[in-house]
């Protein structure tokens, strides 16, 4: 799965936004990305990395929540981005683990 963005508006705008989700089925893929997302924005505010406050703005268009994905599958387990790994990865309690970075 690859996951491409554009910061084209990043500089003039101050926003980052998802201009299209490529693969064999973009809700799943926006899903995953919202189930291994730090980024917040509920209630009207959003706190954390550019790059996933975008993502979760589209997932938010395709309504899918991360509020709703911690409810249904609590993270169990986080590891952290790191340089070795070049990923970080939530496990969440439907036993899955999400991962983004390189492969």
């Not at 706190?47 to 975008?54: H, K, N, R, V, Y």
């Given at each position: 799965?690859?996951?491409?963005?554009?910061?084209?508006?990043?500089?003039?705008?101050?926003?980052?936004?998802?201009?299209?989700?490529?693969?064999?089925?973009?809700?799943?893929?926006?899903?995953?990305?919202t189930a291994c997302s730090d980024?917040?924005?509920?209630?009207?505010?959003?706190?954390?990395?550019?790059?996933?406050?975008?993502?979760?703005?589209?997932?938010?268009v395709k309504q899918i929540s991360?509020?709703?994905?911690?409810?249904k599958a609590a993270r169990i387990?986080?590891?952290?981005?790191?340089?070795?790994?070049?990923?970080?990865?939530?496990?969440?309690?439907?036993?899955?683990?999400?991962?983004?970075?390189?492969?």
């Amino acid at each position: 799965t690859v996951i491409c963005t554009d910061k084209t508006g990043t500089l003039t705008q101050g926003k980052m936004a998802v201009r299209e989700v490529w693969g064999k089925d973009p809700y799943k893929i926006l899903f995953a990305a919202t189930a291994c997302s730090d980024a917040d924005i509920s209630e009207g505010n959003e706190s954390g990395d550019t790059t996933e406050l975008a993502i979760l703005r589209e997932a938010k268009v395709k309504q899918i929540s991360g509020a709703d994905i911690e409810a249904k599958a609590a993270r169990i387990r986080v590891f952290p981005f790191d340089s070795t790994r070049k990923m970080m990865s939530i496990l969440r309690a439907d036993e899955t683990l999400y991962s983004k970075g390189a492969i």
